[in-house]
């Protein structure tokens, strides 16, 4: 075989070989895209209803709130003072 032979050959692979990697992706994307449509179509996702009051504050009650406080205050604490070391 002669040399420009064999890069018509090379060329000939290289775009068959991308075109079908290209075409096997884009089916791909289209599958992946009506999939997820017909799930949501069949199974919404239930609405969550509106918290009453805004505000991270109130998102925690009074007594979970102070224990987060204080887990956060003694994690920041010990970092402190191992870093002094």
Do not use: C, W, Y
Request: hydrophobic share 50%; aromatic share 6%.
């Amino acid at each position: 075989m002669q040399e420009p032979d064999l890069i018509t050959e090379g060329l000939n692979l290289l775009i068959l070989g991308m075109g079908f990697v290209f075409v096997f992706l884009t089916l791909l994307v289209v599958a992946t895209t009506l999939m997820s449509k017909s799930i949501n179509h069949f199974f919404p996702e239930a609405e969550e209803p509106a918290p009453a009051k805004a505000g991270k504050a109130a998102a925690l009650p009074t007594e979970q709130n102070s224990e987060v406080i204080a887990a956060i205050s003694a994690a920041i604490h010990l970092h402190r003072h191992r870093n002094k070391n």
